[in-house]
């Protein structure tokens, strides 16, 4: 996977790598709503059970992601210069870390 490329740069707005944590305990509370009403059922009534829809359980606004945006390569790389041009501090360097940026936000 070392050489795999993003088709399109498209990042959520976020400072979380993922959503992991917040689907996890949205599942669990879905989970439990389900468990629950299934639990307080008469057993005739089974088979009329219809489960609960997705927002029942959670809101999707607020998970840790908050929409995505498109960050297209040419911003990339202005971007990597200019964070080059602040923290490299001979012209080796600046170009070490504006590849090795461009590397990171490139890849999957």
């Not at 490329?5 to 509370?29: A, C, L, N, V, Y």
């Not at 009329?48 to 999707?60: Q, S, Y």
Request: charged share 35%; glycine share 4%; aromatic share 6%.
């Amino acid at each position: 996977m070392s050489r795999s490329r993003r088709k399109t740069p498209i990042f959520g707005h976020t400072t979380h790598e993922s959503e992991r944590d917040d689907k996890k305990r949205w599942h669990q509370r879905w989970r439990a709503r389900e468990r629950a009403t299934l639990a307080s059922a008469a057993p005739e009534a089974l088979a009329d059970h219809v489960t609960l829809l997705l927002n029942e359980a959670g809101n999707v606004w607020s998970m840790s992601k908050d929409g995505k945006t498109w960050w297209p390569p040419g911003s990339q790389v202005l971007t990597a210069e200019r964070i080059a041009r602040e923290l490299g501090r001979t012209p080796r360097e600046r170009a070490a870390l504006k590849k090795r940026l461009l590397r990171r936000w490139m890849t999957k």
